[in-house]
């Protein structure tokens, strides 16, 4: 049976820990079967990325099968042909789509119009690829996925994954924002009807000293994102009190980690002593993106 998966929470709480077990297990270099052997995927990117194409790549690869990087000018999505059509085509020759994109509703379209499984390797409404190596990395520095983590910067993407998987799991979260630059309502709804039921914790502020006070990871992202590029300089005027640096990481407990999901603007929503500190953990994030997609693509295709 086809499983899209376009959102955190396409997942419920046992596969999300098989998912993570998986992951895990594959980086001690325990031998799987290769689930992907002649299978054949078709990365599809709007957007260009390090992380997300390689670590997709890669991964695909070791776990036997082969992908096609097709880049954002190969296939204008929506402008030189529908993503009704492209679905179309795409499902006859591939075994999967991975999707990158602007739009949600691209990713939704995509997902009703193929027979293969549709993976969200990240859209303006969620990036929950990310969020799978974040909840592993979490696990490998606190033996648990409790936390807390706190979010400080925009209401964004990473941002909703992130509170949907700790709802998810039970664990704790809070998520400082700006005015006017807070995260959707309909997704903290989802969040907290969620928490009723595992008893997640979730604090939603607009102060980022209140959010980190109790913090085992304090976790941010870039002020604009990709598509936000004209309003990059009214942003860093809003942000500007959300920066991470050492006064807000001395605001922590003692111990605490940084996380980034990265490319990072230094001086930006981070400072350089920051981001390069020995509490830095955001290169063990980017790996895990690997092992944790890897663990997702078993999930799927076993």
């Not at 293969?116 to 648990?144: F, G, K, M, R």
């Amino acid at each position: 049976m086809k499983r899209d998966f376009l959102s955190i929470l396409d997942l419920d709480k046992e596969e999300l820990f098989y998912i993570l077990d998986i992951a895990k297990r594959l980086k001690k270099n325990e031998s799987f079967e290769s689930v992907l052997k002649n299978r054949f995927f078709a990365l599809v990117f709007e957007k260009p990325s390090l992380r997300t194409r390689v670590s997709f790549e890669a991964g695909i690869r070791r776990l036997g099968g082969n992908c096609l990087y097709l880049a954002p000018g190969d296939i204008k999505m929506g402008a030189r042909e529908s993503v009704k059509d492209i679905a179309k085509n795409l499902e006859r020759w591939t075994d999967g789509i991975i999707a990158r994109v602007f739009s949600h509703k691209s990713l939704e379209i995509l997902a009703e119009n193929s027979k293969v499984p549709v993976i969200n390797a990240l859209s303006d409404l969620e990036h929950p690829c990310q969020i799978l190596a974040d909840l592993q990395t979490v696990y490998e520095y606190s033996q648990s996925y409790e936390g807390p983590l706190a979010f400080v910067g925009d209401g964004n993407n990473v941002c909703h994954s992130l509170i949907l998987a700790f709802a998810l799991t039970g664990g704790k979260i809070r998520a400082a924002t700006p005015k006017g630059y807070e995260l959707l309502k309909e997704v903290v709804d989802r969040a907290f009807e969620i928490a009723r039921k595992t008893g997640a914790d979730i604090k939603i502020t607009n102060d980022p000293y209140e959010a980190v006070k109790d913090a085992k990871f304090i976790y941010t992202d870039v002020w604009a994102s990709m598509g936000q590029e004209n309003e990059t300089e009214e942003r860093k005027k809003i942000f500007k009190d959300y920066q991470v640096n050492m006064d807000l990481i001395r605001k922590a407990p003692e111990g605490v980690y940084f996380m980034h999901c990265l490319p990072a603007h230094r001086g930006e929503e981070v400072t350089d002593d920051v981001l390069d500190s020995d509490f830095s953990i955001i290169y063990d994030q980017a790996e895990n993106r690997m092992w944790a997609q890897m663990g997702l693509l078993y999930l799927l295709y076993r």
